[in-house]
């Protein structure tokens, strides 16, 4: 028997989150919220200011962003016969073949990709689409594969037989059946997208939330500069939308990825998306998700999956090297472990969890 659950929010709201169409006053000014349906997921932006004059203008180019950015980096956006359509999509099909012109941000984006799979000896890895693929976790027809199959879908898993021509800004794998997929980072660059347009259009305050990419930006209210946003982190074992705990941010990207996200009840055992470049399996080192605070919504959005491959130890570890990152580590045994910067902002909720020191 096989039971699928997506659930598209990693994270949760500490405030009703409302769709509207037209801009409501609120004490500091304005807010309004929209979202559409795109990059796979229900996509939502509400925005804050002390004049909502902006809000259609933003909404319409923030939105339109996005979907340029699908189609061009969507491994299933295509066209006629396969070969045309989104960038990814088009590098797939001509696997082994001959390198395809791509889109300078295309190129921006896989290049930092396989910068994040050399800092994790691979265990991020934008070259798992066969993998993805055979697994079918998150579709409607998801499978355990057999040990053969697996073992010919690791084969094609090498980010190193990715070659970028820079002139004429060309992208080329090299070997039949390799495939791309950039699910762990395209929306993180989608959302930083999203910031720069508020930001450009003038506007003090957003929150962005593309799926469970959350940006809160600006401050949450103008007038009182002390006022974070506070974020709910998703309690794993519970329904979407229980939290085990709050975060208090101001402009700052937050990005959880856990075995709840997508996954599969294959004769009652779960097996989640998070897969392992290593034996093909999901990811099993005790932990349930990892929560990455960071700057830039691509950072956090590559760092969450390749911190929860990598494990507890090396994946703290690898975060404790870098400026502005900081980590919150849930464990199966309901125990929560934080670096000291993500400590210093989240305050638990939930008492079946326990905050064990640094």
């Known amino acids: ?204 305050s957003a929150i962005i939330d593309l799926g469970g990419n959350i940006f809160a930006y600006g401050l949450k209210n103008p007038s009182e500069p002390a006022a974070p946003w506070r974020i709910g982190v998703q309690n794993p074992l519970d329904i979407r939308g229980a939290y085990l705990g709050i975060l208090e941010l101001q402009n700052k990207s937050v990005v959880t990825s856990g075995v709840y996200e997508r996954y599969a009840d294959i004769d009652g055992i779960h097996y989640h998306h998070i897969l392992s470049t290593r034996d093909g399996y999901p990811v099993r080192n005790g932990l349930l998700s990892v929560t990455i605070i960071a700057s830039s919504s691509i950072e956090s959005d590559a760092l969450s999956t390749m911190v929860f491959a990598l494990g507890y130890e090396h994946g703290r570890a690898l975060v404790e090297t870098m400026d502005g990152v900081e980590a919150l580590f849930v464990f199966e045994d309901k125990t929560i472990r934080a670096t000291s910067g993500a400590q210093a902002v989240f305050t638990l909720s939930d008492a079946g969890y326990h905050v064990l020191s640094p």
């Open 1 to 204: 028997m096989i039971k699928v659950k997506h659930l598209a929010f990693i994270l949760l709201f500490c405030f009703p989150l409302v769709v509207c169409k037209k801009a409501s006053q609120q004490q500091a000014g304005f807010s309004q919220s929209e979202s559409e349906f795109v990059m796979g997921t229900i996509c939502a932006i509400t925005l804050f200011a002390p004049d909502s004059a902006d809000f259609a203008r933003v909404f319409n180019e923030a939105f339109k962003r996005l979907h340029e950015i699908e189609n061009l980096m969507s491994a299933t956006v295509s066209g006629a016969g396969g070969v045309s359509g989104a960038d990814i999509n088009r590098v797939n099909h001509y696997a082994g073949q001959y390198a395809l012109r791509v889109s300078a941000e295309t190129i921006a984006v896989v290049e930092r990709a396989l910068y994040y799979a050399e800092l994790s000896d691979g265990a991020f890895d934008p070259t798992v689409g066969p993998l993805v693929k055979l697994w079918g976790i998150g579709t409607e027809t998801p499978k355990l594969p057999s040990q053969d199959e697996i073992a010919q879908a690791l084969s094609l898993v090498n980010w190193r037989d990715v070659s970028i021509e820079p002139e004429p800004g060309a992208l080329f794998l090299k070997r039949p059946g390799m495939s791309l997929d950039l699910g762990a980072i395209a929306k993180g660059y989608a959302a930083d997208e999203v910031v720069r347009i508020i930001a450009k259009a003038g506007i003090p």
